[in-house]
């Protein structure tokens, strides 16, 4: 058997080149001072898909068991949805609180591990369920709260927590898997013309308090945690000033592309099975409509 740790996002390296074509014809002029309270008060909702890319390594602590060092990998694409619900303050207080949820299968290649800690080459589709909720605070700097920024600019420092669950439904029994992050970073904001904004985001932080289950094993261990790296790239575009139709102003449509990196540290080993250490490296692409309030 070979315990995995997901439910975990993480660094791709291409998605970002589809977004940036879409603002070329946005980049020419910021006109007026933009109102960032009044942007950032809304409701998201979207959908898309991830590119799962997960694999599990062997502790090198130990006489080798696989040729390479890898246990298993891990890759497919999933259907993915997200909401959020983002608020500032004239005075330039932010908070946002986003949820996510990916399901499909992925293709598994690797080995078994048996109790007797042998270990046997292994093909199959794995069935998956994810969900995450992240929770930001920060402080925005911007033209209207006094701040040296030009007008069509915003900076917002940020702290995050979140929690990820994650199960993974094999032939022969389901694991689940939870962990915690904590993460530090900013987001930036510009309003490339009314109506057309780009956000960039980039967290750094570290996983917590991870937990491997297996019921039907009577597996129950803690990893340890690892590093986290995060990035999101979007752009969103007013509808109303698209159109010029005042009863769509409020409405935007965004498009995002989110890229993580992190892991976690070998569990010990419990009634004969242990969950290896695993990098993990997913990335999202999510299309969706916001409404402001």
């Known amino acids: 058997m070979n315990l ?8 791709a390296k291409q998605g970002w080149l589809l977004f940036f074509p879409l603002a070329l014809p946005a980049w020419a002029h910021a006109q007026a001072a933009s ?20 694999r599990e390594l062997e502790s090198f602590s130990v006489t080798p068991l696989t040729p390479d060092g890898i246990l298993d990998k891990e890759t497919g694409t999933q259907d993915a949805i997200s909401a959020a619900l983002r608020w500032q303050s004239h005075g330039g207080f932010f908070v946002d609180l986003t949820v996510d ?3 499909g299968a992925t293709d598994y290649r690797g080995y078994l591990q048996h109790s007797d800690g042998t270990l046997s080459p292994y093909l199959a589709r794995s069935g998956n369920l994810s969900r995450q909720a992240s929770l930001q605070f920060g402080y925005a700097f911007n033209a209207g709260n006094g701040q040296a920024m030009p007008d069509n600019w915003q900076l917002i420092p940020v702290v995050q927590i979140s929690q990820s669950d994650w199960q993974r439904n094999l032939v022969q029994y389901s694991e689940t898997y939870s962990h915690t992050t904590y993460a530090v970073g900013a987001i930036a904001q510009w309003q490339a013309r009314p109506g057309t904004l780009l956000e960039a985001q980039a967290l750094a932080g570290r996983t917590k308090s991870a937990q491997v289950s297996v019921p039907a094993l009577g597996f129950d261990a803690r990893q340890d945690g690892g590093n986290l790296r995060e990035l999101r790239l979007s752009i969103s575009q007013d509808l109303g000033s698209a159109t010029q139709r005042e009863q769509l102003r409020g409405w935007r449509l965004y498009a995002r592309y989110v890229t993580s990196q992190y892991n976690h540290g070998a569990s010990p080993t419990v009634v004969g ?5 695993n990098e993990v490296t997913p990335s999202t692409v999510t299309l969706g ?3 402001q309030f």
Do not use: M
């Open 4 to 11: 995995q740790n997901a439910g975990q996002v993480f660094c």
């Open 289 to 291: 409509v916001q409404k």
């Open 35 to 54: 109102d960032w309270a009044t942007h950032n008060r809304y409701l998201e909702i979207g959908a898309g898909v991830r590119q799962q890319n997960y």
């Open 273 to 277: 099975f242990q969950a290896p250490a």
């Open 101 to 103: 949820q990916q399901s």
